[in-house]
Every structure is written in structure tokens, then in C-alpha cells.
């Protein structure tokens, strides 16, 4: 039997999301267990674990907004961006005030290009930026255009400071914490960080990995498991009868009645009795919703 479900997991410090991953899918024995975002080994928080047919809808999760709570020492750099690097310079911060670190924090909200730093996932030439830096060599980095919605000052002693905020995917708080040092004239660490949410997930109801070790081992894991559509509430629904829930199945296009969207919209479509049955895409140039993702009808354990 199968699981299609999704797990809201606070994420260990000193474990990759990859560890993560692969932990799942021993407990569970599902063999389709993927992550939505990857988070630092240091880093704890949300990181939505997708299992069985709910791994095909990590694409609409991964481009979801993802919030975090920062400590960003100043004064110090290092090659990481974080504390778990070499420090590669001090500067001096006895001049700084609260109002001065405040605005500079500010200065970042909205559109702005950052580039990604030597420890990270971006690749080149296929491999891994950590992999080059691990291996002293330093390219050059492409800026990306990345949104911060929301940057706040939690808390704010001399050197040390603790940000909250909202960005897009594709942001690293660790440049946010290295660019900062930079604006500053002085540097700056990443010395913690904690994804707050992911989407419709959030750290106050996430589960912890000794959690879901006792709820696999007790066999009570399905009260952890979020349902898989739960990935695509923010977009519409629509309820099919059986015979357009057959042409799904199928491959065919639907009318859907009165119901339209703009070229390349998408909606949810149910079964009569609640059951979710696939993401389908408005063709606009045949006045058709075509089905995108059909997810099958199987003896599923969630």
C-alpha cells in the first residue's frame, strides 16, 4: 500500500534535508519522498516532505513565498556567509546605532538582484557551487532578481540582531546577512536561522523527526499527514461528474460548463464524492480545460 500525503517537518540543525528525505522514506517505506526547498544543515524549521503521488506536486510549493526568523552577527565575514565558515574579515561596529542597521535592513525589501553565495546548491557545469568552494576554487556568481515582501528588526543588541521576514524562492538569508554587512561597511554572518513557513506551512504546527519516528513505529503516522492538495488550495476548484472524471482519466479535454480562465490558468478539479482528481489547464485557443496532472485512483494508505 501506498502513501500520498505531505509532512510539515521541523527540520533538525545539523541535518541535510537530503538525511531528512531519506529518514522518511526508510519509516515510511514509501519509495517516492521528496522535500519542498532545501534548507541548510544548520538551519532548522519548515521543510514539507512530499510522499507518493503528493512528490508530483512539489513544483507548486517550491515557488511559494517562505518566511524566517535571522540572527545576523555584524563585524564579522566569512566564505560560508555563515557561522559555520572561515572568517574572512572583521570590521568595526562600536558606531553603529539601531535606527542606522534598521534602515539598512529596510533598504532591501522589494525587487532586488543578489548573488548566490560559493556554498550553495546553484550549480555549474552540473556541479554543485559548494562542491567548486569545497575545492578552493571561487567563479563567478550570476545576480539573481529575488523579492524580499517584508524585512523586521526583532531585537537589536550591539553586533547582533535578529531579523524577520518574507521573500521568494530563490532568496538565501545568508547573502541578505552578507550583503547587509556590506552596506554596513563592516560584515556580517549568518550566525542562525529558522524557516518560519513554506506556503500553507507553518512552524507552529510542523513535526518534529522524533515525531514521526514514534508515529511510523506506532502505526498512528496518518494523524501527521497532510492531504496532497493541500499544495494547490490557492487555486480554484471545480467539481466533475463521472463521466467527465472518465475523460480525465483519459487524457480528454473538458468544457466545464460556464467556467473560464485566462490561456495557462489552472484549477483543481474534485470527484462527486470529494476525492481529488487533477490539475487542469485552461486552453484558451480551444476553449477547453485540458487535464495537466491526473492523479490516480489507488489503494493509498492517506
Same mark, same amino acid.
Given at each position: ?23 522518511? @522514506? ?18 532548522t524549521g ?6 507518493? $503521488?503528493?512528490? @508530483? ?20 565575514s ?26 539598512a ?8 538582484? $543578489? ?5 550553495? #546548491? ?5 556541479v554543485?557551487?559548494?562542491?567548486? #568552494? ?9 545576480? @539573481? ?11 537589536? $543588541? ?8 518574507? !521573500? ?12 547587509l ?13 529558522? @524557516? ?81 482528481? #487533477?490539475?487542469l !489547464? ?7 480545460? $485540458? ?12
Amino acid at each position: 500500500m501506498a502513501i500520498d500525503g505531505i509532512l510539515n517537518l521541523d527540520k533538525p540543525r545539523g541535518r541535510t534535508s537530503f538525511e531528512v528525505v531519506a529518514a522518511v @522514506r526508510r519509516l515510511s517505506g514509501e519509495r517516492r519522498v521528496g522535500h519542498g526547498g532545501t534548507l541548510d544543515p544548520e538551519a532548522t524549521g519548515v521543510l514539507p516532505i512530499y510522499l507518493g $503521488q503528493g512528490t @508530483r506536486l512539489v513544483e507548486f510549493l517550491a515557488e511559494a513565498k517562505k518566511s524566517y526568523r535571522a540572527e545576523i552577527e555584524l563585524g564579522i565575514s566569512t566564505d560560508t556567509y555563515d557561522a559555520a565558515g572561515k572568517v574572512t574579515g572583521r570590521g568595526d561596529t562600536s558606531a553603529l546605532t539601531r535606527g542606522e542597521v534598521e534602515a539598512a535592513a529596510a533598504s532591501f525589501i522589494g525587487l532586488v538582484e $543578489q548573488v548566490p553565495p560559493m556554498y550553495s #546548491a546553484v550549480k555549474h557545469h552540473g556541479v554543485p557551487l559548494y562542491r567548486w #568552494a569545497r575545492a578552493g576554487v571561487e567563479l563567478p556568481r550570476t545576480a @539573481r532578481g529575488v523579492e524580499f515582501s517584508r524585512i523586521e528588526m526583532l531585537e537589536w $543588541q550591539p553586533s547582533l540582531l535578529t531579523l524577520e521576514g518574507e !521573500c521568494s524562492t530563490g532568496a538565501y538569508i545568508r547573502s541578505l546577512a552578507h550583503d547587509l554587512g556590506e552596506n554596513l561597511g563592516c560584515g556580517a554572518h549568518l550566525r542562525n536561522l529558522v @524557516r518560519l513557513g513554506s506556503g500553507p506551512f507553518h512552524i507552529s504546527d510542523a513535526v518534529t523527526m522524533a515525531q514521526i519516528e514514534d508515529a511510523f513505529g506506532g502505526g498512528w503516522w496518518s494523524e501527521l499527514i497532510h492531504p496532497i492538495d493541500v499544495a494547490v488550495l490557492h487555486l480554484p476548484a471545480v467539481t466533475v461528474g463521472d463521466d467527465d472524471e472518465r475523460a480525465i482519466v483519459n487524457g480528454r479535454p473538458l468544457g466545464l460548463g460556464q467556467e473560464k480562465g485566462s490561456s495557462g490558468a489552472l484549477c483543481r478539479a474534485y470527484s462527486s464524492d470529494g476525492r481529488f482528481v #487533477a490539475i487542469l !489547464c485552461y486552453d484558451e485557443a480551444r476553449d477547453c480545460w $485540458q487535464p495537466r496532472k491526473v492523479f490516480a485512483k489507488r489503494n493509498s494508505r492517506a
